[in-house]
């Protein structure tokens, strides 16, 4: 692929409000056509911002944006073509559901039996035929979203944007919405990009997730990779729980490094950023990939666990503990039947493979 | 079951002693307000209306015949014992020079009655003995017409609608019909109409400056916003007439506004811009401005920058998203500060008064003309009924529909 065959491109952007801090450093990112991305990334770390930027609300203080092959730098909103669906939904107040679909096709200036044509397929679309007549404030949280969703579509745009449109809805709906922003993507094939910061919805919607923080993109990969390789210790913590444990590199040996923990005893992890021996690192697992006393063939190696509490959750026991000096060392110890039942107060040994634990260098 | 019973209308009756108090409690915070209510306006407001049909300063003039006419059923003429009360009365009233009243104000309904009363008055006391009717006749054939009993009898009532019919340019003929007055006599509604208008322009006005700095401000930085409503506030901290008679200052022709436009030659003869129609326009609409910019900007506050935004995302131009997503969403602000400018302008007086010429005065300046020059608070307060009316009904028919309860100003 070159560069001129991606649909969105950030190359280079920056952006700063007031001429002292930068929003956003540096942003390089290519979304293909068709893709589905999310930025995710905690409060303040610039995704709306970038958000805007592509809409043509914000222009960049530095850097170029591409949409389509064309640099669109300077062309105004309403020339842009991206459909957009806003946090609060921003349905028009005084115009019914049925107004509110058919404005983005009149200010086109589509013929009126194309308009009601394309309305009434919008509205068919979320299974919400009836609700034309209606004005927004009459309608439910999860129905305005609907809308809204279709509102941004029902002008054919080829790219959507959406600024965390499930933020106001309760888990369950979101959850359906979820599946039918998916499904509709997949039906119409535009591009989308979504804002969000809840890492679920991020994991279970979008092709390629781009971890925000700071203003700059941490990582940019499939949710597979983002939750199992995470590049820096940053991603390791945001995405999905983690364990940490501190230690120094020993030894180098194929991208397999050495570390003694704080509290003297050794484990291996795969080198992520870590270079050379001496240097303190980070160590990050997965609770679920922690293995309590393993037979020692699966595991590299084995080290001491002071069980502390117990919380059975029905398909796993969460089990806190004290691994290699940190006390809040959580397992997930699946609800097996040959697993043997842990006791709070025993000793244990814990396990996992170098894969499985990551090392990342830190600036100690 | 007896029990639940017995417990239930136990709690229904500490509940109802819980909400008596509760009642207790906002009657006795909201009597002083109340009371100012009822003393300064509910009271002054009734006190008007029953002066604009209130009719009984005439009975007290002429008692004896004011009883003897109603015993009269208004065919032909009344028989001997009106004349004799009639008699009895003006020679009574006469020397008390209360008759001259009676007259001025029957008059009114039936020209001529003013000089038949001082003239019987005056000769009255020369009448001798009854019969008196065919007396009265003699001393003038006007006693002996139809038509100056009616309108005596009709005069004599408790109540009369005479002034405010005058006030809509009507008035009672010879045969108790109510009739238009003639077209050279009418006055009052093309001032009505006057009024309506020049508060209808006003209000006009009003809303086309007033928009855009409302709008400004709604979208401006903290500071100017702060700033540009201490100037807006700044007029109330002024009092009216100062601001009044400072436009004749600055509008008359050797004003500064005329000076300016002399000397860059834009017109070669001063502009007259006081004392007129133009000069009326001006003051009021700057007296009036605050009220339509602050309801105009509480609304604009509330309105979110995403409509618009997401109307530019659809396609809109700047102008159409403002036209067609932005003003919809001001018309409760549109609404409420026309109405409350509109109402305001339709009572105002001193500004007119001060600023405007003869054909630019308004109602309120009619009621004061009857009460201070005319001393007649009759026709003044059949004139204020007009002017509650018409303001009244114009609250009543827009006030509901603009909401005007839901704005809040500032
Ligand atoms: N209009 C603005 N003027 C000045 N600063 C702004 C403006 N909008 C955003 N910022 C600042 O820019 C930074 C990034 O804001 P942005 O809205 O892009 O964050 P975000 O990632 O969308 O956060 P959230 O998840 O809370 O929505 C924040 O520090 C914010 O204070
Ligand atoms: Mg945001």
New interface residues.
């Given amino acids: 692929m070159t560069t001129d065959d991606f649909h969105v491109r950030f190359n280079r952007v920056q952006k700063s409000y007031d001429g002292v801090t930068l929003v956003v450093k540096d942003l390089n990112l290519n979304i293909g056509k068709g893709e589905f991305v999310t930025m995710l990334g905690p409060s303040g770390s610039g995704k709306t911002t970038c958000l805007m930027m592509l809409a043509g609300f914000e222009a960049p203080t530095q850097g170029e944006i591409v949409f389509n092959g064309r640099p669109i730098n300077n062309i105004p909103p309403h020339k842009r073509g991206i459909g957009m669906v806003f946090q609060n939904y921003a349905l028009f107040p005084h115009m019914t559901v049925a107004e509110n679909l058919a404005f983005p096709l009149q200010v086109r200036r589509m013929s009126k039996s194309e308009t009601a044509q394309k309305v009434r397929r919008a509205l068919d679309m979320v299974q919400m035929g009836e609700f034309g007549d209606r004005y927004p404030a009459q309608l439910s949280g999860g129905q305005q979203q609907r809308i809204a969703l279709v509102r941004a579509l029902v002008f054919d745009p080829e790219l959507v944007l959406m600024d965390e449109p499930l933020g106001a809805l309760d888990k369950q709906l979101r959850e359906k919405m979820q599946y039918e922003i998916r499904h509709i993507h997949e039906q119409l094939g535009v591009t989308v990009v979504y804002v969000t910061h809840d890492q679920s919805e991020a994991l279970t919607m979008s092709d390629r997730i781009a971890v925000f923080n700071d203003g700059v993109i941490q990582q940019l990969a499939s949710p597979n990779d983002l939750y199992e390789r995470p590049e820096n210790s940053f991603v390791a913590q945001f995405i999905g729980e983690n364990n940490e444990l501190n230690g120094t590199v020993v030894s180098l040996n194929d991208g397999i490094a050495q570390v003694t923990l704080d509290n003297g005893e050794q484990v291996f992890a795969l080198a992520v950023t870590v270079e050379e021996p001496d240097k303190p690192a980070l160590l990050s697992i997965r609770p679920e990939r922690v293995v309590i006393n393993p037979d020692e063939t699966g595991a590299a190696h084995t080290i001491e666990g002071h069980v502390h509490e117990l919380i059975y959750l029905g398909d796993h026991i969460r089990c806190r503990m004290t691994v290699g000096g940190n006390e809040q060392f959580i397992v997930k110890v699946p609800n097996a039947a040959n697993n043997r039942r842990l006791v709070v107060g025993e000793h244990v040994r814990v396990g996992w493979t170098a894969e499985d634990c990551r090392a990342f260098a830190t600036l100690q | 079951m007896v029990e639940q019973a017995a417990s239930g209308t136990n709690l229904r009756k500490k509940l109802q002693r819980t909400v008596r108090r509760k009642k207790i409690e906002a009657v006795g915070l909201t009597t002083p307000l109340f009371c100012v209510m009822l003393i300064f306006y509910f009271v002054p407001i009734g006190l008007m209306f029953y002066r604009s049909i209130d009719n009984s300063q005439m009975r007290e003039i002429l008692p004896a015949t004011a009883k003897a006419i109603q015993q009269w059923d208004g065919e032909g003429l009344p028989g001997e014992p009106a004349y004799a009360a009639m008699v009895a009365d003006m020679k009574h009233a006469y020397p008390n020079r209360t008759l001259a009243r009676a007259g001025r104000r029957l008059n009114f309904d039936l020209v001529g009655f003013y000089s038949l009363l001082l003239k019987s008055g005056r000769k009255v006391s020369r009448l001798g003995g009854p019969p008196y009717k065919a007396a009265l006749i003699k001393l003038d054939k006007k006693w002996g017409d139809p038509r100056y009993w009616k309108v005596l009898k009709r005069g004599l009532k408790n109540t009369t609608l005479i002034y405010l019919l005058a006030a809509l340019d009507f008035r009672y003929n010879d045969n108790n019909r109510i009739v238009g007055v003639p077209d050279n006599q009418a006055i009052y509604r093309s001032i009505i109409a006057r009024t309506i208008y020049i508060s209808l322009s006003v209000t006009l006005l009003c809303l086309v400056i007033g928009f855009p700095i409302a709008y400004y401000m709604a979208t401006a930085t903290p500071r100017t916003r702060n700033i540009l409503m201490i100037l807006l506030l700044l007029v109330f901290w002024t009092s009216l007439l100062v601001r009044t008679l400072s436009w004749i200052v600055v509008l008359q022709k050797k004003g500064v506004v005329n000076s300016l436009l002399l000397s860059s030659g834009l017109v070669s003869h001063p502009l007259n811009l006081v004392f007129n129609r133009i000069g009326v326009y001006i003051a009021m609409t700057h007296v009036l401005l605050p009220f339509m910019v602050l309801p105009l900007y509480s609304v604009m506050r509330g309105i979110?920058p995403?409509?618009v935004?997401?109307?530019?995302?659809?396609?809109?131009?700047?102008i159409?998203?403002f036209i067609?997503?932005y003003i919809?969403?001001t018309?409760a602000g549109i609404g409420a500060g026309s109405l409350i400018v509109f109402i305001q302008a339709l009572g105002y007086y001193i500004t007119p008064a001060l600023v405007g010429g003869p054909k630019d005065q308004m109602l309120s300046y009619f009621v004061a003309f009857f009460v201070n020059e005319r001393v007649n608070w009759s026709m003044a307060s059949a004139l204020g009924v007009m002017l509650l009316v018409l303001t009244g009904s114009f609250y009543l028919i827009f006030g509901r529909r603009v909401g005007i309860t839901n704005i809040k100003l500032g």
Wanted: glycine content about 4%; charged content about 20%.
């Fill in positions: 979110p995403h409509y935004r997401a109307a530019r995302s659809l396609g809109a131009t700047s159409v998203a067609r997503v919809p969403q018309k």
